[in-house]
């Protein structure tokens, strides 16, 4: 099954020429610095490539959300203070606006891992069940990075 992976979680990766500098680092529109969707698309990565590399499995079972801020204080980035700086100075609608829709990427997130470890424990269960709940969690969780894209990028 090969699929074009290309779709919505692509719009958070910098054009190629200004990576690295601030200004592709921290979005204009926004404020927002995109790399941070970088630990939802490993997940959703993580979650889709599971039926064919099982031995992702215990990559999955460690990933953990982590909040934006925090992601940012910890990271070895060079931009990492700039990142944050523009993030606490974000009107607080929008930093709200924001913050609820992460909030719903934990949620989802979290969820999804769970829902495949109890698959996973089930040693009976046909690969092809599997296969659909990594589908189904993988598709819903693109979508939340979908809006998060309009929102990073399209500041209303």
């Known amino acids: 099954m090969t699929q074009d992976k290309s779709t919505s ?8 020429g200004e990576r690295g500098s601030e ?7 926004s404020g927002l610095a995109n ?8 997940v959703v990565m993580i979650v889709e490539q599971l039926p064919q590399m099982p031995e992702l ?18 990271s070895q980035l060079r931009n990492s203070a ?6 606490r100075k974000l009107d607080p609608a929008f930093r ?20 495949l470890r109890r698959i996973h424990k089930q040693p009976e269960t046909p690969p092809e069940v599997l296969e659909e709940a990594c589908a189904r969690h993988g598709a819903r969780l693109r979508g ?11 500041k209303k």
């Open 9 to 16: 979680a692509d719009v958070f990766r910098p054009d190629a």
């Open 35 to 42: 790399d941070y969707f970088n630990l939802f698309n490993e």
């Open 23 to 29: 200004a592709s680092f921290v979005n204009p529109i």
């Open 144 to 154: 939340l990075l979908a809006q998060a894209a309009m929102l990073a990028n399209h």
């Open 96 to 115: 709200e606006e924001f913050e609820a829709l992460v909030k719903e990427l934990d949620r989802v997130a979290v969820g999804s891992v769970v829902a």
């Open 82 to 87: 700039s990142a944050l700086e523009q993030y």
């Open 57 to 74: 499995f215990e990559e999955l079972m460690a990933w953990r959300p982590i909040a934006y801020e925090d992601y940012f204080a910890k």
